[in-house]
């Protein structure tokens, strides 16, 4: 039987890799990837002709995976960026491999929320990581209250054309809230933004907002 090795790789930065990563990347048999565009481009830079796969969450494909596995083939599963089973299509297979008895391991690198957290300026000692919330507004309210009860710094990716409005919301129910805006992290258009609320949604309204973001907020 063979290993599912999840393989963090570079949220933006190509640098933002381990030395075990790439071993990992060289040796496995397969790559399953959730963006092989990107993906192709790391393989590239870094000199790495392993055979490329997509998968981005289809059961097909899983069993797919699955019975490689089974056959004794060694894969490798990365996310578009980041550590796979992060809001992405990694976790159903990782969880399929699991309750098949086989071997997943692990292969820590960069992960997108916990960087933001670290330069967030907001409390470390407890947070949670909630992803993308909800998009009917009864299920986002519900959602939020169900966060902020936790006095914990929350932490969600956010798609750029809904930013103000999630913040809005998040005013509207809550009122004065810390809020921390991370963009493009380790990219050369880095931003973080920091502030209230009302401060933030100023900065942010009437600007163009490009390239994935990550909402911190703490009441």
């Not at 059961?59 to 578009?80: C, H, T, W």
């Not at 008895?101 to 409390?123: D, E, F, K, T, Y």
């Amino acid at each position: 039987m063979g290993i599912l090795y999840a393989v963090a790789t570079p949220i933006g930065n190509l640098e933002d890799i381990t030395l075990r990563a790439l071993r990992i990347l060289k040796e496995v048999d397969l790559i399953a990837a959730e963006d092989t565009r990107k993906t192709r481009k790391l393989l590239s830079y870094y000199d790495i002709h392993t055979p490329l796969t997509s998968y981005y969450g289809r059961e097909k494909k899983a069993d797919y995976l699955i019975d490689a596995l089974n056959r004794g083939k060694n894969i490798a599963i990365v996310s578009e960026a980041g550590t796979p089973g992060i809001s992405d299509p990694g976790y159903p297979l990782i969880k399929k491999a699991v309750e098949k008895g086989i071997n997943v391991q692990s292969i820590p690198g960069p992960c997108a929320a916990v960087c933001a957290l670290v330069v967030s300026g907001l409390p470390t000692d407890g947070f949670i990581f909630a992803g993308f919330l909800p998009r009917k507004k009864g299920k986002l309210t519900k959602r939020l209250k169900e966060l902020f009860n936790l006095e914990k710094t929350v932490i969600l990716y956010e798609s750029p054309n809904r930013i103000v409005a999630t913040l809005e919301m998040v005013k509207e129910n809550f009122g004065e809230v810390n809020v921390v805006i991370a963009r493009e992290l380790t990219k050369k258009f880095e931003e973080v933004i920091r502030g209230s609320i009302d401060r933030v949604l100023t900065l942010l309204k009437g600007s163009e907002i490009k390239g994935e973001v990550i909402i911190l907020l703490h009441k």
